[in-house]
């Protein structure tokens, strides 16, 4: 019997989706999980990262190996509201589906694992092993909040890690890695008809667009669950206006890395193409501004079996396991890890349902997965150690 009624569980997603934190405000909802954790017993420490950023973590158990679980309580923006059919910062229900931005990605994810973490504490205590709760700010930037858990050590002694992204319908284990590079070109304006007397910003641009265009065939290499490594420019600008040599101009990348073509080796490549066409005449800067690692694990695992169980009971199907081509959190949390560390993404809502206009997840969904992690966290610790069943 669970602890909430559904209408509880509701409000207190409606209650984190009013809150608006597109690329701010996570403070907000640090303090609201910590109250409720509060409420119940479990002490909730807030990291404060910035103005009204911050980090939350919370642990219940006593001794034992540690299991992770993370989520992320940024949104993306939701962009033209004027296509949303419903308000994007108001939980909406309609015909058993919820609306609203953060439902799929992830505040529904999150909350399920919040609310997992209250039942197995007022009901069911941990006898083995501990569940620390690591909740981030920034994952859809650059990822500050999992950076400073990693560099603060909270996940060292971290056995296991679940990330409730959206992935009802997969388990995730492995992902390529992000890169943004921003590519500044900086000239001297003048009059478009006189222009030996400036230098257009956007000749040079325009030639290292081409350069690292063409040379990026030399990334060939292939990972076995990733795939090959994807460059992309996807936004270019320069000039004020079309009689005036610009004196200015940028282009950025997006760059999706694997273990064998690794963020590294784009720093330098962007940094030789630059040094190609570098004259006296040009001032060209890089600014790699994002860079997340690929995750790359074997998913030759209990946590991986013990996912694909729960999915058949709680779900009714055979999930597949599988890697991802985005980006999560586990970029910057396993830093450290090998292969062999047990990692998965699991959560509530699909993938298709991240940054769209009128996202939504299903409520059954929502609920299902708490009742999935109340189960699924301490029988994954009772795995580790038997001895204790």
Known sequence: MSLFSEAQKLQFLEDLILIDTVNHNELEVCRYLQQLLSDHSIEAKIIELGEHRANLVAE?????????ISGHMDVVSPGDREKWTYDPFKLTEVDGKLYGRGTADMKAGLLAL???LIEIHDQNPLHTGRIRLLATTGEEIVGEGAKAFQQQGYM????????AEPSQDKIIYAHRGSMDIRITSRGHAS????PELGFNAITPLIQFIHDVNDQFSQFDQQNDLLGHAIMNNTLIKGGEQVNSI????EAEFNIRTIPEHDNEQ?????????SQIDTEDTELEMD???SRLPVYTTGHNQLVELAIQMGEKYLNTALPSEASPGVTDASDLLLDKGEDFPFIMFGPGTMDQAHQVDEHIEKSAYFTFIELFTEMLPTYLEQLNPSTN
């Open 60 to 68: 219940i158990g006593q001794e034992g190996p540690v299991l992770g």
């Open 114 to 116: 919040v609310l997992s």
């Open 156 to 163: 060292n002694d971290v056995e296991a890690l679940i990330i």
């Open 191 to 194: 009059h478009s008809s006189m």
């Open 246 to 249: 610009p004196a200015y101009a």
């Open 266 to 274: 784009f720093i330098t490549f962007f940094k030789d193409v630059l």
């Open 288 to 290: 790699a501004y994002m």
